[in-house]
């Protein structure tokens, strides 16, 4: 049984960052672009196969998320703050390969806090009857916000910057 892509999915995370556009960085523009990841065999070798805005998946479909950034103005824009939440229904998987290298921060608490991976959080056990805290590290799956800060982008320029998530 198919599983039509949430329209919610995407129209979320196209509306964060119009809307980050809009407040934030208004001389910049933000296009977001989901794509199906499917492994295809052409002449034998098993090659990626990119499907811009599909329209149904199915639960455990990867999707490669990107967002482009472009500076519209005439002069360079420095400590750029560019926010994704990872989409309801699925779970954050890796980065996108092949794009700009702008370190990313991730959040686990909805886009309050961020960190560089590895995230650690605190957990409370019992150990022998004891309750204890630990400190332990959390699972890319429990990301729920990435944000890169692009140090500089430069007039009239571009980069492209995204991850990879997979459907519940």
Do not use: C, H
């Given at each position: ?118 995230l650690k959080k605190t957990v409370t056990v019992t150990e022998n009857g004891k309750t204890v805290q630990r400190?332990?590290e959390v699972k890319p799956s429990e990301y729920t916000t990435v944000r890169w800060t692009v ?18």
């Amino acid at each position: 049984m198919k599983r039509p892509l949430l329209t919610a999915l995407v129209l979320v995370a196209a509306g964060v960052a119009a809307a980050q556009t809009a407040q934030t960085v208004s001389p910049v523009t933000l296009n977001l672009t989901m794509s199906l990841v499917r492994n295809v065999t052409v002449g034998g070798k098993v090659t990626e196969q990119l499907t811009p805005n599909p329209g149904n998946v199915l639960p455990g479909a990867v999707l490669s998320q990107v967002v482009t950034a472009r500076n519209t103005t005439t002069k360079s824009i420095v400590n750029l703050p560019i926010m994704l939440p990872v989409p309801k229904n699925t779970v954050y998987l890796a980065p996108e390969q092949g794009l700009d290298t702008t370190r990313a921060e991730y959040s686990i608490d909805g886009g309050k806090t961020f960190a560089a991976a590895p995230l650690k959080k605190t957990v409370t056990v019992t150990e022998n009857g004891k309750t204890v805290q630990r400190e332990v590290e959390v699972k890319p799956s429990e990301y729920t916000t990435v944000r890169w800060t692009v140090r500089e982008l430069p007039a009239n320029q571009t980069l492209k910057l995204g991850y990879r998530v997979q459907v519940k």
